[in-house]
Nanobody
Framework: QVQLVESGGGLVQPGGSLRLSCAAS????????MGWYRQAPGKERELVAT???????NYADSVKGRFTISRDNAKIAVYLQMNSLQPEDTAVYYC?????????????WGQGTQVTVSS
């Protein structure tokens, strides 16, 4: 069974930075696109950033120039460096990965990590 575990969330002041990490475990043969999504209270889950196996990245307009997604294929991990954080970035952040494992292809989610931007 594949599991994704996020870490790195917390409380930060406006203008501050946080780095989220997500590590995958299980009998994994390959991982295609990995990404981060977020869900604020009362809102739908939205894409933040994705990174494909060819390192092609995609960002939501609201985070371009402030957030950077990266991955480490050897560690089966994906990261999100978040700079110049604003209160509107407050949300639960979820890691996502398209995985080929011993049970076949699947789209997996982490449990989420809370990011709160407040003074």
């Amino acid at each position: 069974q594949v599991q994704l575990v996020e870490s790195g969330g917390g409380l930060v002041q406006p203008g501050g930075s946080l780095r989220l990490s997500c590590a995958a475990s299980g009998t994994i043969f390959s991982i295609n696109t990995m990404g981060w999504y977020r869900q604020a209270p009362g809102k739908e889950r939205e894409l933040v950033a994705t990174i494909a196996t060819g390192w092609r990245t995609n960002y939501a307009d609201s985070v371009k120039g402030r957030f950077t997604i990266s991955r480490d294929n050897a560690k089966i991990a994906v990261y999100l460096q978040m700079n110049s954080l604003q209160p509107e970035d407050t949300a639960v952040y979820y890691c996502n990965a398209a995985v080929m494992s011993s049970v076949g292809f699947g789209n997996y989610w982490g449990q989420g990590t809370q990011v709160t931007v407040s003074s």
